[in-house]
């Protein structure tokens, strides 16, 4: 029978209070068939309790209770050098990212796990796998700012079978070696946004995943978001230079609109300078938007295309848009009335067409919800693909009642604004005037008509 004093024992070793040695192991084992009790008597002890109040659910108490539900070297360890600054820009990727339940490192990094993961807010866990930790039960302990620490020995396949009965997605995972073969047996366990640190080598393993953003430098290893929304970046208005002529494709610019009087103008003229022509499709304004845009197209003085096609669906007036792009135009800029391309990304922009490998790309796109363009920009980046190749072997077409999407082409990703951590501006970016041109009510009212779009057309 397993007595007190054995769970007791067995508790310790899951605190971290006492070291779990062959002996530990060995009694473990031998009372395996009592481990229900001990098990029962352990998640009941008012400790438990008190080291899990108040996260019950959450990420800690869950892999506890995992770790309890099971039975049961030497390793070349890893030495990076010191880089102060790491944390400094973990802190900004962290914070950006927002909610993170939880970490897994993988290799004994021989790295400051407080300042690989400056973990401020909330009660992660950080699962830190290493071959020569226990196999059975963890080490725990906490790291600053109040995350769980638990030192523990898994193989890949394990792990990743471990979270799916705990039903946990890994949030930000640091691999330290064989980074190959841990991203592919924790693949299905790895959020759908989550965070990909380590070696070089993790950029390549990556690449194809859905949403894989650029890769940065984090103070000597490589980090990789999936799914986009992690970088902190700030707007800073460049001084404006004209473009340099280039023997640069023709740009058109497509755009549909709909009681847009306040906006519309200010998008027209933002890409006057670089577009060869315009094309205009209203779905069913009922203010002066119409007059307002053929004004302003008739003072810019270049081509223009200015219809009317009522719809709903957001794929129908895209792609009733780009049918009205001439044959002339090599590619087509495709924004919203309330967006806009700044004067700073007009040369990078006619410079990307004229060097282009890909049919479309995705435009990262800042959404300003301030009226001017200062403070942080988030969630960011925001993708949107509305730069397209005219005259195709396969014509570019949107799919999808809201948020629609470009399928079966080839889609260039630009690179992202990475300036607070020392990497330059990125771009050429899409400017989203959230606020300037709508109050927060039309805002919300907007967002209320597409939620019954896409209801509607589910």
Not at 4 to 14: H, K, M, N, P, S
Not at 223 to 230: P, Q, T
Request: proline share 8%; charged share 20%; aromatic share 8%.
């Amino acid at each position: 029978m397993l007595t007190d004093a054995d769970v007791e024992t067995l508790y310790r070793c899951l605190l971290g209070r006492a070291p779990e040695t062959p002996d530990t192991i060995a009694a473990f084992k031998d009372y395996y068939g009592e481990f229900v009790r001990g098990r029962a008597a352990i998640l009941q002890s008012a400790e438990f309790s008190t080291l899990f109040a108040g996260i019950a659910g959450a990420a800690p108490a869950r892999l506890a209770q995992g770790f309890l539900r099971r039975a049961g070297g030497a390793a070349a360890a890893e030495h990076f050098p010191p880089a102060p600054e790491r944390a400094g820009i973990m802190r900004l990727i962290l914070r950006a990212h927002a909610h993170v339940h939880l970490a897994v490192v993988v290799g004994d990094a021989g790295i400051n796990m407080a300042d690989l993961l400056p973990l401020e807010t909330g009660r992660p866990a950080v699962l830190h796998i290493a071959p020569h930790f226990p196999a059975f039960l963890p080490q725990v302990g906490e790291l600053p700012g109040g995350a769980t620490l638990l030192r523990i020995r898994f193989d890949a396949a394990d792990l990743c079978k471990f979270l799916q009965e705990c039903d946990l997605r890994i949030d930000v995972l640091a691999l330290f070696r064989d980074a190959p073969h841990w991203l592919a047996a924790l693949r299905p366990v790895v959020a759908s946004r989550a965070i990909v640190l380590g070696t070089a080598d993790i950029a390549d393993a990556t690449a194809t995943w859905p949403h894989a953003e650029r890769t940065i430098d984090v103070a000597g290893l490589t980090a990789r978001s999936l799914g986009g929304w992690f970088l902190p970046v700030c707007y800073t208005q460049a001084a404006y230079t004209p473009p340099v002529p280039v023997d640069a494709p023709s740009l058109w610019l497509a755009a549909i609109m709909r009681n847009e009087h306040d906006s519309v103008v200010n998008m027209l003229e933002s890409v006057a300078p670089i577009a060869a022509g315009f094309v205009l499709l209203d779905t069913g304004s009922t203010d002066d938007t119409i007059p307002r845009a053929r004004a302003c197209l008739e003072t810019i003085g270049k081509p223009f295309v200015l219809q009317g096609h009522p719809a709903d669906r957001f794929d129908v007036m895209r792609n009733a848009a780009l049918d009205l792009v001439p044959p002339q135009a090599a590619w087509v800029l495709m924004l919203d009335a309330d967006e806009e391309l700044c004067p700073e990304d007009h040369a990078p922009l006619l410079d990307l067409l004229r060097d282009a490998e890909h049919d479309a790309y995705a435009l990262p796109r800042y959404n300003f919800l301030g009226a001017d363009k200062s403070g942080e920009v988030a969630p960011y980046p925001d993708r949107q693909v509305r730069l397209l190749r005219c005259g195709g072997e396969k014509p570019v077409r949107y799919s999808g009642a809201v948020h629609e999407k470009v399928l079966g082409v080839d889609i260039g990703l630009l690179p992202l604004n990475a300036a607070l951590l020392g990497q330059g501006n990125g771009g050429p970016h899409i400017h989203h005037l959230v606020r300037r041109f709508r109050s927060p009510e039309a805002e919300a009212e907007k967002q209320a008509r597409y939620r019954v779009i896409a209801e509607q057309y589910k």
